[in-house]
């Protein structure tokens, strides 16, 4: 787990001060500024959090090759009647949202 900083920031050269998102061992002179594109110097760290574990693709890899076909299998299936009255409650579940607005 790393942990991730929000903090401000001010430039060396210029008057920019803004926040940004860093990582916790970033140093505090370090990200350039927007503006200038000059180094910039952490004033205040405003907020800390871990950031979360970075998804495993070996875990991941399983459920893949199902999801890939799992639309074009279902609708070879279905009959093209079926399809279409599907196709149609989606039409107009979609339009009344859009009357509803």
Do not use: F, Y
Not at 45 to 61: D, I, K, Q, S, T
């Amino acid at each position: 787990m790393r942990a991730l900083l929000r903090v401000e920031r001010c430039c060396l050269v210029c008057e920019w001060e803004g926040e940004m998102d860093e990582p916790g061992n970033a140093d505090v002179i370090g990200e350039p500024c927007p503006a200038c594109k000059a180094p910039t110097e952490r004033t205040k760290v405003l907020r800390r959090r871990v950031a979360l574990a970075v998804r495993n693709p070996h875990a991941a890899e399983p459920g893949r090759p199902g999801g890939l076909k799992g639309g074009r299998a279902r609708a070879k299936a279905l009959s093209p009647r079926r399809r279409r009255e599907i196709a149609l409650h989606a039409i107009r579940t979609r339009w009344a949202k859009k009357k509803q607005r």
